[in-house]
């Protein structure tokens, strides 16, 4: 499912696509914008985002087989709540 499949579903709810796509895009800009600060987002029952810290570390190239500095970095992270397990299983 894509984001224009999202979005056509709100819009059966929502009567309305334009309304549909501004709240998705909402809540997308919403959950960056909260990860950006550092702060978790839990929607009970779906699940939470939050923010990993990645270390600086050293890898190699596959190709040549070099050493290389990977730099530290943040990545988003996010777990299923329970209510989306079950729903799975």
Known sequence: MKKDDIINELAKVLNSKKDAKTALESLITCI???LKRGEKVTLTGFGTF???DRKARKG???QTGEPIDIKASRV???AAGK???NALN
């Open 32 to 34: 960056t914008e909260a």
């Open 50 to 52: 939050d923010v990993n």
């Open 60 to 62: 190699r190239n596959p």
């Open 76 to 78: 988003p992270r996010f």
């Open 83 to 85: 209510t989306l397990k």
